[in-house]
């Protein structure tokens, strides 16, 4: 990668400055150890939320509430954000994040429990958008649960890892991104992209 690929990079991750929210639930998730999403993540799923009318996200991972605030920016302020995590301590702080934020409490549904135990309970087609930043090895059931809980014109995000391209890396995690990024590229129902922000995010939007 050439010198200005690696500085336009850096620049790109740097473009979004967060709010003071933001920069404490980011705080609060280094003291619990949690890796929130970045700024250049971070503005893009606020973007993309403000570009598709999100107003029905599904969150797998809340971690702080990192993520959920970006998201939330972009929505419209009728929307609500569904999120569930396995870590109570976590959410706690997610939900202190959303209310010092002024999140209204409606617009936000923080819900405790393993996501592939409480997903196959959502509805069918009810949602925008879905953001995982969750356990890889448990991506492709993720997919899965997308394409039923996505409408048609939905959006689904993985977040994902920069050791996916490096031809050396052989752990089952690596190997897991790598099975789950082709069964979405080759997938008749979704079409796709890799983008190069953070360590990667793989978008799908359903047809």
Known sequence: M???????????????????????AHRRAEELGVDPVGN?????????????GAKAVMEVGTGTGVSGLWI???MPPDGILTTIDIEAEHQQAAREAFAAAGIAHQRTRVIAGRALEVLPRMTDSAYDLMVVDSDKGEYPQYVQQASRLLRHGGTLVLTWTDKESDPAARDPETRTLREVGKLIRDHDEFTASLLPVGDGLLLAVKR
């Open 2 to 24: 050439s010198q200005h690929k690696v500085a336009a990079w850096s620049h790109a991750e740097e473009f979004v400055t967060p709010g003071d929210h933001i920069e404490a």
């Open 72 to 74: 939330l920016g972009g």
């Open 40 to 52: 250049g993540a971070g503005g893009f799923l606020r973007a993309l939320a403000a570009a598709t």
